[in-house]
């Protein structure tokens, strides 16, 4: 931290602290109540992923990228499993693909809730927090009735998936997009155009595009700043393409382009897109085939080595692997969303109020889980 | 095509800067560390290729053939990738750091730092991220041996069964 200043005052937030989403240290150069200087201190949670993907097979590393981003399983499986295929040159049937996307929108959704109801929270609305949670229980119970798991759901198999849709699914996922879509507007009104909410995140916080790509923030954060950029659309993978839906991006409508109030809208326009596309995919559906059909009996990946990216709820979550032929990774890195954008923390909260710094931060939606793998 | 691109550039720009082979590896650019500063700028701002997204540093332990830094570039202008690849020498690693270059290599380059003791040369902060700042040794490499203690609490050994 350097010289302290006889107006200046160090201060610590956290690890132990409700606002910092997880085990996260900051050390806070203060002057009254205006912060000068940010240092994060991470690796509390670290618990040595890439080194124990060292000793494990490829299909025995899927668990553990459910507990790299715990809000957000899904994706992460997604991701890791499009890798390896793409690796092995395995084109799964168009029914394991459908699924894959009705399971990984469903929990971008489920993501952003817990996002946007925790971010309320740092900035003092405990009730929508509330409303948030009872919503995400239900896509937590549609899950639950697909593998057994509410969170870690080792669903998504190389070639495959852990199980086929049970009976009923359809009609309950339907069932839930028709509740929840009118609830999007309920939490809207009750917290994204509360004038207290408003005052405390517009024009807060500003991310100028050309910082946030330049410190590699990507998803919604990005995309609040007002550049349209999404893996979905832009680096297409999976089946994406069969799919219409849009892409929003922060328009400044209650400040400034790429301010707190920018991010959170666009997660919640997210959602209303992911439910488009839940309903696309569970109307194209496929009924007949095996999920496990194609999945190998021995997955030995051949040489060679591939970064892929995909979009998860926080951003790009790339996965660099490194093959030699045997059934053992010779290297697996995970570049996570929210580690890139903490790193961008100081840059974007730096001269603004203690307390606006934990509105920023609420609004970066880091997950440390993932951040310290 | 964006491959044979960046090669013709560099090769006009930079002569002598990629390692040359007889069959060129068509999925990455390998090349030496000595002027990889000046050549990632270019990079950035050469307006054909226009690099400006980093995308990922992966420290790669390859045993006998010594360690690798990859790095991932992606370019959010004209919708293209690369991949670059240095060596680096085990015994002594070092490379040019890149981190006022694009501003996220500056937490991705404390990790390799972390995991494989590569030093980043020109790095402002190069300080461990995410293990403790007194751990010993660089736990990614493939001669890691794991400390006996660590501030007196008996680190486990890893059972033989579980192999």
């Known amino acids: 931290m350097g010289i302290v200043h006889g107006d200046e005052m160090v201060l610590n937030i956290g690890p132990q602290h409700p606002s910092t989403h997880g085990v996260l240290r900051l050390k806070v150069l203060t002057d009254g109540e205006i912060v000068s200087k940010i240092t994060p201190y991470i690796g509390y949670l670290h618990r040595c992923f890439e080194k124990h993907c060292e000793n494990l097979t490829y299909e025995q590393v899927i668990p553990f990228t459910d507990r790299c981003d715990y809000i957000s399983s899904m994706n992460n499986n997604f991701g890791y499993v499009v890798t390896v295929e793409e690796l092995m040159d395995i084109h799964v049937s168009k029914k394991v693909e459908y699924i894959r996307v009705i399971m990984a929108e469903l929990n971008r959704i489920a993501s952003h809730l817990l996002a946007l109801g925790t971010f309320g929270m740092d900035v003092g609305a405990f009730t929508p927090f509330l409303y948030m949670f009872r919503d995400r229980e239900s896509i937590l119970d549609l899950f639950e009735m697909t593998c057994g798991a509410r969170l870690l759901y080792n669903y998504m198999w190389i070639g495959g998936l852990s199980h086929d849709l049970p009976v009923g699914f359809v009609e309950k996922t339907y069932e839930f997009l028709d509740y929840f879509e009118p609830k999007i507007k309920e939490n809207d009104d009750l917290l994204m155009y509360n004038k207290i909410f408003i005052e405390r995140t517009a024009d807060v916080g500003v991310l100028p595009p050309e910082v946030a790509v330049s410190y590699g923030v990507t998803g919604p954060n990005l995309r609040g700043s007002g550049v349209q950029w999404d893996l979905r659309k832009d680096e297409q993978y999976s089946i994406y393409d069969r799919f219409d839906f849009e892409i929003p991006v922060g328009t400044g409508q209650m400040g400034t382009v790429g301010d707190c109030w920018d991010r959170y809208w666009v997660r919640t326009q997210e959602m209303k897109e992911s439910i488009g596309i839940v309903r696309q995919a569970l109307k194209q559906l496929p009924t007949e085939g095996d999920v496990q059909e194609l999945v190998p009996k021995k997955i030995r990946p051949p040489k060679g080595s591939i970064y892929k990216r995909t979009e998860s709820p926080r951003g790009d979550l790339g996965f660099y692997i490194i093959s030699d032929g045997k059934p053992i990774p010779v290297r697996v890195k995970l570049r996570s969303p929210a580690f890139t954008a903490l790193s961008a923390l100081s840059a974007i909260a730096e001269g603004w109020m203690i307390s606006d710094v934990i509105a920023i931060l609420g609004s970066l939606d880091i997950v440390l889980g993932e951040i310290d793998r | ?163």
């Open chain 2, 1 to 163: 095509m964006i491959h044979e691109q960046v090669l013709k550039c560099l090769r006009k720009k930079f002569p002598g800067s990629i390692v040359e082979t007889e069959e060129m590896p068509a999925d990455f650019i390998p090349i030496y560390q000595k002027n990889w500063a000046e050549i990632a700028a270019f990079l950035r701002d050469d307006p054909d290729l226009r690099f400006d997204s980093l995308q990922c540093i992966t420290g790669v332990d390859l045993g006998e053939e010594g360690m690798d830094v990859r790095y991932n570039f992606h370019s959010m202008t004209h919708l293209h990738k690369i991949e670059i690849r240095i060596s680096v020498d085990s015994e002594n690693p070092k490379i040019p750091s890149i981190e006022q270059i694009w501003r996220v290599g500056d937490w991705f380059e404390r990790e390799v730092y972390d995991m494989y003791g590569i030093i980043f040369d020109g790095h402002r902060d190069l300080r461990r991220i995410l293990l403790p700042d007194d751990w010993e040794g660089w736990p990614l490499r493939k001669d890691y041996e794991t400390q006996e203690t660590f501030h007196g609490i008996v680190v486990p050994k890893v059972k033989e069964e579980w192999e």
